[in-house]
């Protein structure tokens, strides 16, 4: 019953969420599954490592194919997202816990530039 209650209150934040707000679950989840790969790597549990690796790898994907390359910023967006998918794609392959590390701390970087402009966003609209 919990985990329905749980489920259903995770679906309507979802369908509530405005696009801010699902970049930023996005970029959230994208940590939560590196850091689950770097659990299972610690455990030497290849599987998990690579399905939660493929995982982040899609959320990396989804970012650079709705990147709005109208704005020049963009192309900054997509060598660093590109950089990021392809440290992902190696850290799998080679089970690499520092490549992971890496892809993981950019990630983050990411996710909190994104919590500052949404931060700006929401000053300059009051």
């Not at 959230?28 to 493929?54: H, M, P, Q």
């Not at 892809?103 to 949404?118: F, H, N, P, Q, S």
Request: glycine share 2%; hydrophobic share 40%.
């Amino acid at each position: 019953m919990a985990i329905n209650a749980a489920s259903a209150y995770q679906d309507s934040k979802i369908l509530t969420a405005t696009p801010a707000d699902l970049t930023l679950m996005l970029y959230e989840g994208a940590i939560k599954f590196c850091n689950l790969a770097l659990l299972a790597l610690e455990k030497r549990d290849y599987d998990k490592v690579s399905k939660n690796i493929i995982k982040a790898e899609k959320i990396i994907q989804e970012f650079r194919v709705t990147l709005d390359f109208k704005y020049p910023v963009a192309k900054n967006f997509d060598v660093v997202y590109d950089y990021i998918y392809r440290r992902l794609i190696d850290a799998n392959i080679k089970k690499d816990k520092e490549m992971l590390e890496e892809a993981l701390g950019y990630i983050r970087e990411m996710r909190d530039t994104w919590k500052e402009v949404m931060k700006n966003s929401k000053a300059s609209s009051n």
